[in-house]
């Protein structure tokens, strides 16, 4: 596909994402909707570094959890406005994210390494987020406190007492909003220099070096990127959910969602974190109305179904679902898309 | 340009490098040859970073190099080729030469644009949109040379850029090294194909059992009788002169 016809798909997406309120009300379809971006956010943070880079992490809750606690506990143990405390979040969730990524490239851990030491800082903050009682709360979570003053929905971050519009929307325009600086930093960075060099250490690593790049800034460059992204997420959750305890933050479910979409959307595009929620959630949705329905509830079922679908992905669809996209646009497209 | 002096290296109990010394002058095209397992390849990796050498020096332009990163000794100007090739399979023509490009250009148009130059100069202008991966042998090892002359190099070290290819290919391919150094480009290359070593040295160094055995222009070097041995056996010196000029070099 040329860029001429990616833009215009983005930018047609883009407008139906943005007009979403004029078509669809249902409290539980706009959750759905959030949900969705949300993982697609997840998975674009792991994207960087996996589809992007070749690391393949399998603790990213370690930066979602990360961005998500400072900018629980800043707000509530020191009392800074949620505005300004995201900052925070994103630095300091960037400095974890050098911090491993230094203790990790430095002595060249690749492969299942890699993914074995994030998935080990993953449950080191666990462990920790649950231990340091005095810092963290422990496992009883931060609830930080509802902002009943209508006139400070925005300062507070904080929706549940502004006008109807914002309580319905405001949330779901948050994360709208992630998820275009996740994609338009994506975006930016396929087209760039360094995107260009980090595709060439994942490609092969050795010749990259032997052609002038430091394997080990760019991946140090891919990690901070994808840790301030998963950290976006982290602020999200936070401020829409007005809580946050170890097991949301650093528990495994958020690194293996963030994997999951863009595994089966198509690693290293800028659509395919998202296309691969959409498709994980939106087969979830159908699972639960229809198999649910017919069987009972059974817990489980979806995750029988998401395997079953990752493994026929993996099998079939070795470019996931963007790959399918763009070979089928070629067809239809002919010799038109030169 | 480059210095190499009493380098050694050994992998446990294997010397395959020991106490070899090399200079290679500005401007010219120097040779590397020996028999299999001689240790070439081995001396490329020490030259360009990737492996430490146990003992010695190695200097380019006037600067000591041994200890440094290969990405910070291609920054300095001198690049390596793989003799078993290296393609970034996924990506196309165009974007394997950018990369290289990328090194002195931080744009990523510019790079592009440059890598269709070199594409040019290296006879693969028609692969350009092509997949590395669907390259032909005789493809993957222009691409090697290509990547590494984006780097805008002032010393390249090539590997047996001609092994596998066929008579016209090598012949193509001794005109765009050739051309490389008119342009300005040092060139030190590995090479088993007698032809190209003959056609393209101007000095040449043999390489025996990770010793360096002998050196001196192209002839000099492959009528010594040291080298005719190490390549055939003792004795096969006599026998091997002849055939030498059989072959017309
Ligand atoms: N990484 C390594 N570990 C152990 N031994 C090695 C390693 N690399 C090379 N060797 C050994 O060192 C010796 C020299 O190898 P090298 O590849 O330098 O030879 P070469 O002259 O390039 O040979 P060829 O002409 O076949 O390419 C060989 O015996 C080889 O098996
Ligand atoms: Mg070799």
Not at chain 1, 113 to 138: C, D, M, N, P, Q
Not at chain 1, 154 to 175: E, H, V, W
Not at chain 2, 106 to 124: H, P
Request: aromatic share 10%; net charge neutral; proline share 3%.
């Amino acid at each position: 596909m040329s860029d001429r016809v990616r833009m215009t798909g983005w930018a047609l997406l883009l407008l139906i994402f943005a007009a979403v309120p004029a078509f669809i009300s249902s409290a539980r379809w706009i959750d759905f909707l959030e949900l969705t971006l949300f993982v697609a956010v997840l998975g674009q943070g792991w994207n960087i570094l996996g589809g992007y880079g070749g690391q393949y992490s399998f603790g990213n809750a370690v930066f979602f959890g990360t961005g998500a606690y400072i900018q629980a506990l800043l707000q509530y143990k020191l009392g800074i406005g949620p505005w300004a405390a995201m900052w925070f979040a994103v630095a300091g969730t960037v400095v974890v994210g050098a911090f491993i990524g230094y203790l990790s490239f430095r002595y060249g851990l690749r492969g299942s390494y890699f993914a074995l030491i994030t998935l080990a800082f993953s449950e080191a903050f666990l462990v920790l987020s649950r231990s340091l009682k005095s810092l963290t709360e422990g496992g009883r979570g931060v609830q930080l406190p509802l902002n009943q003053d209508p006139a400070q929905a925005l300062a507070a971050f904080q929706f549940n007492f502004s006008d109807p519009f914002l309580r319905s929307y405001g949330f779901y325009y948050t994360i709208l909003i992630i998820l275009i600086v996740a994609c338009a930093l994506t975006w930016w960075m396929e087209r760039s220099r360094f995107g260009a060099q980090l595709v060439a250490v994942r490609e092969n690593e050795e010749a990259a070096e032997a052609l002038g790049i430091s394997a080990f800034r760019v991946k140090m460059g891919a990690i901070c990127l994808a840790a301030a992204i998963s950290a976006m997420a982290g602020i999200y959750y936070v401020q829409k959910f007005l809580y946050i305890e170890p097991g949301i933050a650093y528990g495994t479910g958020k690194s293996v969602e963030a994997l999951f979409a863009p595994i089966i959307g198509g690693l290293g595009t800028v659509a395919g974190p998202l296309l691969g929620s959409f498709f994980i959630h939106g087969i979830g949705e159908i699972a639960k109305e229809t198999l649910g329905r017919a069987m009972g509830d059974r817990p489980g079922i979806d995750l029988i179904l998401f395997g079953s679908i990752l493994i026929l992905v993996l099998a079939f669809l070795p470019r996931g679902l963007a790959g399918l996209l763009e070979s089928v646009c070629k067809r239809i497209g002919g010799g038109r898309d030169a | 340009m480059l210095e190499v002096r009493n380098v050694s290296k050994s992998f446990g109990g294997l010397q395959a490098v020991s106490n070899a010394s090399l200079v290679v002058e500005r401007g010219c095209i120097v040779s590397l040859i020996g028999p299999n397992g001689a240790g070439k390849t081995t001396l490329f990796a020490l030259i360009s970073g990737f492996l430490k050498p146990d003992a010695g020096n190695i200097g380019f332009d006037g600067t000591p190099i041994s200890g440094l990163r290969p990405h910070q000794i291609c920054r300095l100007g001198l690049v390596r080729t793989f003799q078993v090739v290296q393609p970034f399979v996924n990506l196309s023509v165009r974007e394997n030469i950018a990369v290289g490009a990328h090194t002195r250009i931080a744009g990523r148009r510019e790079a592009l644009e440059k890598a269709a130059d070199v594409a040019a100069l290296t006879g693969m202008e028609k692969m350009l949109d092509q997949p590395a991966g669907a390259l032909t042998i005789a493809g993957r090892k222009r691409l090697e040379l290509a990547r590494a002359l984006a780097t805008e190099p002032k010393l390249l070290l090539l590997d047996e850029v001609m092994a596998g290819l066929n008579a016209t290919e090598v012949r193509e391919l001794i005109g765009v090294v050739r051309d490389i150094r008119n342009a300005g480009v040092t060139i030190l290359l590995i090479e088993h194909v007698m032809q190209a070593v003959m056609k393209l040295s101007d000095y040449t160094y043999v390489l025996n059992q990770g010793e360096m055995i002998a050196r001196g222009t192209p002839e000099e070097v492959t009528c010594a009788p040291e080298v005719v041995e190490a390549y055939l056996g003792h004795g096969a010196a006599a026998r091997i002169a002849i055939a030498g000029e059989a072959d017309g070099v």
